[in-house]
């Protein structure tokens, strides 16, 4: 791996802990001022609106400029949305800013790994970035439980600045001005990114030029035999892990009778095993046998399920983990190949945006529907239902898609395979 692809590494790895900080001390923040749980289980579906909304330019933009710049701008935005949340702006809006920046920086994130790495190396890539995104994932939401614990958190707060009156007065303020520095430690990482070369594509002059544009790149990704299955399979998957990590609060508080600090440790748990199982998938799998980890979707599907009868902290432990893994060895090698895929047909930047698109898209529509299920009074233990029935029917159907595939398209699925193939060997 190349000396900057470290350097890229860094900057993600601090700029993702501190969003997984940020929910927490989101949650703990809403529940502190007594707002419903509907808006705290909204947060993630608000975090995933600009995504979707300006997912025909922000693909665009990763192209047109540096992509180490664009994620600097990036993590400036999610300071904004925090200092927004300090100065008495509701969580939920303020989270759409930062969201906002999380979705310019996506494109920029994962396009780079095609301009910095070769073919051969990008599965690899992704156990990496997905690995430390998961490690990133276990201490951020360890880091934002205790933040807002009482014990941390009355020393954070007992910090007193000489003439200067900062208004900070609650765990959850504290946690955000401590997780502004996070953010701007990225942000110094992103300037280290090195330039890679590789030319830039203009934005057009009328932005508007780009919506035709993105519904192409849209449509010849799910029109490709491979990317279609590839891109419904890693939305259905980050739809369904995006709203689990407040299911998995709702569920441990309910049935376990956790506070927020300690329910982070049980995402710390589901984390630990997707990093093991992407670190694995980066070990053993290649883009041309991708396809072959489907199955394990329907598996993760059912066993969402039985979390509905756990209530007992022993038991959890190894059943998150064990979730998380067969999350974690199914999305590493299909994401690689759906990047692989989007790199060929349209270019990195474009391909991402569609992704991010697909899959914020996912997350937003099963998150509202969690959110307003809640409001309508459905219980944590009725939404994992849903949620499992949800992953393990669709799992399935994009299985049988996929061998309908190889049976009616059998050259056209031969021959992108035998591509991901050569390419994999470059």
């Known amino acids: 791996m190349k000396r900057g692809f470290f350097t890229l590494m860094s900057a993600q790895f601090f700029s993702s802990l501190a969003d997984q900080a940020l929910f927490v001390a989101s949650v703990a923040m809403i529940r502190g001022s007594g707002g419903a749980q509907w808006q705290q289980a909204a947060l993630v579906p608000m975090f995933a609106l600009f995504y979707v909304i300006l997912a025909p330019w922000l693909g665009a933009l990763a192209d047109a400029f540096p992509k180490g710049r664009v994620m600097l701008v990036s993590n400036s935005i999610k300071v904004v949305g925090c200092l927004m949340m300090l100065f008495g702006v509701h969580p939920l809006l303020a989270t759409a800013v930062v969201g906002l920046g999380a979705a310019a920086y996506s494109p920029a994130k994962y396009g ?108 010849r990704l799910w029109s490709d035999k491979l990317g279609q299955i590839t891109l419904s399979t890693t939305t259905l998957f980050w739809g369904v892990s995006g709203n689990l990590k407040y299911i998995v609060l709702a569920w441990s508080a309910t049935a376990l009778g956790y506070s927020i600090t300690q329910s982070t440790s049980l995402l710390g748990v589901v984390a630990i095993g997707t990093a093991v199982g992407a670190v694995a998938a980066s070990m053993r799998m290649r883009l041309d046998t991708a396809t072959k980890v489907i199955p394990l979707g329907l598996a993760m599907g059912l066993l969402v399920i039985l979390m509905n009868f756990i209530h007992n902290v022993w038991i959890a432990v190894p059943f998150l983990i064990i979730l998380g893994g067969l999350g974690g060895f199914m999305v590493v090698p299909m994401n690689a190949l759906l990047q692989h895929r989007g790199h060929n047909l349209m270019g990195a930047g474009r391909s991402i945006a569609v992704q991010n698109f697909n899959e914020q898209l996912c997350i937003l529509g099963l998150g509202a529907f969690y959110s307003v299920s809640t409001g309508m009074g459905l219980s944590s233990f009725g939404a994992i239902t849903a949620f499992g029935l949800v992953v393990a029917g669709f799992m399935w159907l994009i299985q049988r898609w996929h061998a309908s595939n190889c049976i009616l398209h059998k050259d056209e699925v031969d021959h992108l395979l035998m591509l991901a193939r050569t390419d994999n060997t470059h």
């Open 112 to 219: 780079i790994l095609t301009e910095m790495l070769p073919a051969s190396q990008l599965v690899k890539a992704n156990g990496w970035i997905e690995g430390l995104t998961i490690a990133s994932i276990i201490l951020g939401v360890l880091f934002g439980g205790q933040l807002v614990s009482p014990m941390l958190s009355m020393k954070l707060l007992a910090i007193d600045i000489p003439l200067i009156n900062t208004g900070i007065d609650t765990a959850p303020e504290a946690a955000i001005s401590v997780l502004i520095a996070v953010y701007a430690l990225a942000a110094w990482f992103n300037t280290r990114i090195p330039d890679t070369g590789v030319e830039m594509r203009p934005m057009p002059s009328n932005f508007l030029a780009l919506l035709p544009d993105f519904w192409r790149c849209n449509s």
